[in-house]
């Protein structure tokens, strides 16, 4: 089974004076009537299996991603889980609290984690890279996507 999980959530500083604390890029629109939270549902929730799927936020924002969720047709009917964080610690403590969420439902599930802040205009490209590493995720392997990087960046740990 696939759950998409996604990461929504941020200080705001990234855009700063666009984005800001009270409004991070996840509640964004940009180029888009949807805001960047929601063209990522928008992208996963076609992948969900069982029609299951988590997004993790700050308690801060539960509201505003409800709003953002209820917004959303393709959300109707689907179970999917708001993952409250007390305060945003970046992405490891939100990825362990998902992966405990799902140990404590007593789910098998592969987890696709998604940042609610990315752009991805081939869908169909994405559907298949998506269904390729759920099938390795299947057989044990620990499966990630990115970009090659061209130079050293520490906001990216490298």
Known sequence: MLVPVILSGGSGTRLWPVSREAMPKPFMKLGSPHSLLQRTLIRALPLADAGCAAVVTNQEYFFKTRDEIAALPQARGLAITQLLEPVGRNTAPALTLAALAMDSSG???VMLIMPADHVIRDGAAFRRAVGQAAALADAGAVVTF??????????YGY
Do not use: K
Not at 146 to 155: L, N, Q, S, Y
């Open 107 to 109: 789910s098998d599930a």
């Open 146 to 155: 990115g970009i090659v990087p061209d130079r050293p960046e520490t906001g």
